[in-house]
């Protein structure tokens, strides 16, 4: 599978409805509010949309020892995993930046792990305007589970 071309990004229904869309942007945008960030006052919400067609939300959780702090986009994840959900359709981001920030390095990372090349990610601005790029296009070239060499048999 190759990653989508760059140049222009998909209309909107070619990943969700309308409908659907407004949800999990509007889910996004309302999660920012959950964030506990008290050192960089930089509030993240994210939503995943899962593939029954649930929502689960995320915000970023800081700590007061700075790397232990998690993002929002990882919360997301995480919480879906330990509610029984692995198989995801779209993922929204939403902060209060102009343009919306997009999911650093270890998150790319993280949700490959659960989304293939052609998944789309959504990422809000603090007026509620978005862009959208693939999983493929945020991390190219990446590292997923199906790259993983099967395990060796044991011999018999
Ligand atoms: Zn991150």
Known sequence: MSAPST????????YLSTSE???LSSKAIAAKAL???????FRVGACLLTTTGEYVVGANVENVSYPVGTCAERVAIG??????HKSFRAIAVATDITPGASPCGM???FMREFCKPSFPIYMYDRDGK???????????????????PPPPRKET
């Open 130 to 148: 978005y862009t959208m790029k693939t999983m493929g296009e945020l991390l190219p070239e990446s590292f997923g589970p199906e790259d993983l």
């Open 35 to 41: 964030a506990h960030c008290p050192y960089s006052h």
């Open 79 to 84: 919480s879906a995993v330990a509610a029984g």
């Open 7 to 14: 140049t222009t990004a998909p209309s909107t229904t070619e």
């Open 107 to 109: 998150c790319r990372q």
């Open 21 to 23: 869309l407004s949800t």
